[in-house]
């Protein structure tokens, strides 16, 4: 198989879509089951295939009941126009969908009701994604725009609490709207959970994308920026403030005068290699 091909052997039905599957299976919305599965497979075949286009290393694929999700093994150092990319992938391929179900609607090919269902359907699953909270693909644009401008871990810290928010948010709408809507609770306890895991991982996650940094697979370098860290500052605080795109130079002062100046691999280099996981800068320049 190529790499192409591999895609397929990597797709997994989430038990939520299952469990809906089994019900429109069960009241007879065979055509509705149809138009979602349509709808959900090309959605996240749109991500992945983006992500084979740039090499990415994808894990695999879940289908869920709105949407889907691609893992990989990416950890924050791609290009930011890659990421984009990726994500922006998914919502695209909802363009394509409505034309083609539209022009089969007009040449008698598709029936009014099946392209109403349809277009409610594609519709649907398109806001749904672009709802500003981890992990939908509208949460993960966001997250670009932090990580653009703001320290990787910042940028963590700042998509968490967007999202948490707008899940409030989101209840609160249900709660108001729709109390007994079931789908809309499903969703709610998804990202609940999900929010959950990723607050879990983030320090994890941060790791990983400082040891992608130490072993030279950061992928975009656009200029240098520098850091001016006080001598007595723990490595690992100064590793906080590392941003995706940039090197850094790092620049140590003692008592407003510049001391001395050292490369970002040399600090990474100390973490990682010699294990000075609570060394200060000034006793990192006795090493180098």
């Known amino acids: 198989m190529n790499r192409w ?11 939520l879509l299952w469990l809906v599957m ?22 996240e ?37 890659e990421e984009l990319a990726v994500v922006c992938a998914g919502p695209v391929q909802h363009i394509w969908l409505q034309s083609a179900a539209w022009l089969m609607s007009v040449n008698s090919l598709l029936e009014p009701k099946m392209f109403d269902m349809f277009t409610f359907y594609n519709l649907t699953i398109l806001l749904m994604n672009l709802f500003p909270v981890w992990p ?7 997250f670009l725009l932090f990580s ?28 108001a709207v729709s109390p007994m809507q079931l789908s809309a609770w499903v969703l709610l306890v998804f990202l609940s959970v999900s929010l959950y895991r990723e607050y879990r991982s983030r320090h994890y996650a941060h790791i990983r ?10 992928r975009e370098v656009r200029r240098l920026a520098p850091l001016t860290v006080c001598a007595d500052e723990r490595i690992y605080n100064v590793m906080l403030m590392f941003r995706r795109g940039c090197k850094h130079p790092i620049i140590i ?33 006795l090493v180098y």
Not at 52 to 68: A, D, H, M, Q, T
Not at 136 to 142: A, E, H, I, S, Y
């Open 5 to 15: 091909t591999e895609l397929i052997a990597k797709l997994h039905i989430h038990p």
């Open 22 to 43: 089994a019900l429109a299976l069960m009241t007879g919305h065979i055509k509705a089951l149809f138009c979602l599965m349509i709808v959900i497979l090309i959605h």
């Open 45 to 81: 075949l749109g991500h992945a295939a983006a992500a084979v286009y740039f090499s990415w290393r994808i894990k695999r694929i879940f289908l869920l009941p709105f949407g889907g999700a691609l893992e990989v093994d990416e950890h924050g150092n791609r290009p930011l126009k």
């Open 136 to 142: 939908l693909d509208g949460g993960k644009l966001l």
């Open 148 to 175: 653009k401008y703001l320290p990787y871990q910042k940028a963590q810290q700042m998509i968490l609490s967007v999202s948490c928010v707008g899940c409030a948010l989101f209840m609160i709408a249900v709660l």
């Open 209 to 218: 994308f400082l040891l992608e940094r130490y072993y030279g697979k950061e």
């Open 253 to 285: 002062e003692k008592d407003g005068e510049k001391l001395s100046q050292l490369d970002e691999n040399e600090v990474l280099h100390a973490y990682f290699a010699d294990k000075r996981t609570t060394s200060s800068m000034e006793e990192l320049l």
